[in-house]
């Protein structure tokens, strides 16, 4: 079954983009970002268990393991208690782990972004993922729900401002790469 021809063409999406860039919105996302990330941009201090080797690689592993029924149920409740989705469920878990294992409370993670926010380009063929940013400020004294809150806001306020292509903020917005 081949796919029918798309009456949108990625051309066309390029050229909304073009469109939107000279409308301003190019510069009205890139103030907000500027404002959310602030003007410093520590890097994640994760502890080491041993020494980083003199030439990195990519070489990694994997650790797998699984939640009972139970417990996923439970979790889910308290999302849909909060208006959350399960990523920002495991965001804000993730966050809270990496507040304890650094010591630091601004939190930052790239999220890949589908990038798919046009009904039009749903179907359409074509690379539009980008990466947005997750930034929370976690505090020891807060609880779990009102860091899940602030990370809801936080998720929703990033997928508002989700155009922007990560480069031209990387870029424009002064965040070095400590790997490059």
């Known amino acids: 079954a081949c796919l029918e021809p798309q009456p949108i063409q990625y051309l066309d999406y390029s050229a909304w983009q073009r469109a939107w860039v000279a409308r301003g919105g190019l510069a009205?996302?890139?103030?907000?970002?500027?404002?959310?990330?602030?003007?410093e941009h520590p890097v994640l201090a994760l502890p080491?268990?041993?020494?980083r080797p003199a030439r990195?690689?990519?070489?990694?592993?994997?650790?797998r393991f699984a939640l009972d029924a139970a417990l996923t149920r439970r979790l889910?409740?308290?999302?849909?208690?909060?208006?959350?989705?399960?990523f920002?469920?495991?965001?804000?878990?993730?966050?809270?782990?990496?507040?304890?294992?650094?010591?630091?409370s601004r939190i930052r993670l790239?999220?890949?972004?589908?990038?798919?926010?046009r009904v039009e380009v749903e179907r359409l063929i074509g690379f539009?993922?980008?990466?947005?940013?997750?930034?929370?400020?976690?505090?020891?004294?807060?609880?779990?729900?009102?860091?899940?809150?602030?990370?809801?806001?936080?998720?929703l306020d990033a997928q508002?401002?989700?155009?922007?292509?990560?480069?031209?903020?990387?870029c424009r917005v002064g965040i070095v790469d400590p790997l490059g």
Do not use: C
């Open 28 to 39: 009205r996302q890139l103030d907000y970002w500027k404002q959310r990330l602030g003007a």
């Open 48 to 51: 080491t268990d041993r020494p």
């Open 56 to 63: 990195q690689s990519a070489a990694g592993a994997e650790q």
């Open 76 to 86: 889910l409740e308290i999302g849909q208690s909060r208006g959350a989705t399960p």
């Open 88 to 104: 920002m469920l495991l965001a804000s878990a993730l966050m809270a782990l990496l507040r304890r294992y650094t010591g630091q």
């Open 110 to 117: 790239g999220i890949p972004s589908a990038g798919r926010h």
């Open 128 to 155: 539009f993922v980008n990466t947005q940013v997750l930034s929370a400020e976690v505090d020891v004294q807060q609880s779990y729900l009102e860091l899940l809150d602030q990370i809801k806001r936080n998720t």
């Open 160 to 170: 508002a401002n989700q155009d922007l292509p990560f480069d031209q903020l990387v």
